[in-house]
């Protein structure tokens, strides 16, 4: 049984005080996002931002990619927060189209699924209560069931499941994708969505988290007998590196996996990554795109922080009081969205219509490298939101 070590904080004093964030601070981060919404409103109404900007600029796309619920999902939070009817009215109409997709089958090749259905459906269903939403969203955790490969315990990730390439292939950035899975089992009864996510939380705890509390992106289950083969990155550094955005997706899925099973080995985990995590952060706590690099002139990834930032603040809410790092994850999540406030946001760029600057897609395929990503401007919003309001879940 594998071991996974736990590095500590090494720079506790770093975070052990927590950093003065005034309620008018978070307002007026928040009003930020809502000017840039306002100006946006109009052209992503039938149409999504893509996943990622061009010279900061997003393009309208259609609902094809795995990201166009991040959009949707920053109109619910935008309706929270204001009970503006607007934003709701654009995220009704959004829904249409996801239930098309999931009806026709466009695009759902893919375990994001979980993204696209969370952020649009379920949140529309837990906000509004619509049986339409509900129902699309189990239409879609339906599908995503397809993926489970019963011999691995795990749901594949990419492509077409007869493809040998992709065959037996999970990532990390699945357990964000889980909730959809457990949520299904809840409001139907039917545990068999349950267990597959629990399954694949367990697999992914096993496999690609490694023993420095490190983890690849992506692993290999042998196709024909579901045995471990090993890990490869994709958008990481390198095999062996730890990709920013993977670790981020890990400090914040586990913890979504403990709300749902009760498994406090999960939440064991999320500490030892998130350590692993804020250990490797440079002076202004946002992360680089791998994090091999802890200096220099490689690409910061501020989607990553933004990520981690829900994370740290989300595993932080399931720590007992007595727990040594509960107050240093808040401290180092409200470090991270003063610094993505203060010197990452477009305010500096009014041309552009996304919110966070700097961030990566994907380094060695050279797509979206120093851009907008339309995933970290949904995060950085939610950890607004988080700070401002006692916020109830998506996810
Ligand atoms: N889930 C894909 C990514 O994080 O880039």
Redesign the pocket.
Request: aromatic share 44%; glycine share 0%.
């Given at each position: 049984m594998k071991q996974i070590i736990d590095e500590g904080i090494r720079n506790q004093q770093k975070y052990s005080h927590k950093p003065t964030v005034e309620k008018q601070y978070v307002e007026q981060a928040i009003h930020f996002i809502l000017h840039k919404m306002d100006e946006n409103l109009a052209t992503f109404t039938e149409f999504f931002p893509g996943p990622v900007s061009f010279g900061n600029i997003y393009k309208p796309t259609e609902n094809t990619d795995?990201t166009t619920s991040f959009w949707t999902g920053m109109l619910w939070l935008a309706y929270e927060v204001t009970g503006d009817p607007k934003y709701r009215r654009v995220a009704v109409i959004q829904l249409k189209s996801f239930r098309a997709r999931v009806e026709k089958r466009m695009g759902t090749d893919t375990h994001?699924l979980g993204f696209l259905y969370t952020l649009s459906c379920m949140a529309a269903f837990k906000l509004t209560g619509s049986e339409q939403a509900k129902e699309t969203a189990l239409m879609a955790a339906e599908l995503l069931t397809e993926r489970y490969y019963d011999k691995a315990g795990i749901l594949q990730a990419w492509g077409d499941l007869n493809d040998p390439t992709q065959r037996g292939r999970m990532i990390i950035?699945c357990l964000m994708n889980l909730p959809l899975l457990y949520w299904a089992s809840d409001v139907t009864g039917d545990q068999k969505f349950r267990n597959m996510a629990y399954s694949h939380a367990k697999q992914a705890a096993k496999y690609i988290v490694r023993e420095d509390a490190s983890c690849y992106h992506t692993f290999y289950m042998e196709p024909q007998t579901g045995e471990p083969i090993g890990g490869k990155t994709c958008?990481g550094f390198s095999d062996d590196s730890s990709w920013a955005?993977g670790q981020a997706?890990a400090i914040y899925g586990f913890p979504l996996s403990y709300i749902y099973t009760g498994d406090e080995s999960f939440l064991d985990i999320a500490v030892k990554m998130a350590n692993y995590f804020l250990n490797r952060l440079p002076q202004d706590d946002v992360c680089y795109w791998d994090l091999i690099f802890t200096q220099g002139s490689q690409e910061r990834d501020s989607s990553s922080a933004a990520i981690a930032a829900c994370g740290l603040l989300e595993l932080s809410k399931h720590l007992p009081t007595t727990h040594p790092n509960k107050t240093i994850y808040e401290n180092a999540a409200l470090k991270m969205l003063q610094s993505l406030t203060d010197s990452y946001t477009t305010k500096t760029h009014p041309n552009s219509n996304g919110i966070l600057l700097h961030g990566v897609?994907?380094k060695p395929g050279n797509c979206g490298v120093d851009e907008c990503c339309i995933?970290g401007d949904y995060f950085y919003f939610e950890a607004l939101v988080r700070l401002q309001k006692q916020w109830n879940l998506y996810w």
């Open positions: 795995w994001d950035d958008q955005r997706w897609y994907n995933w």
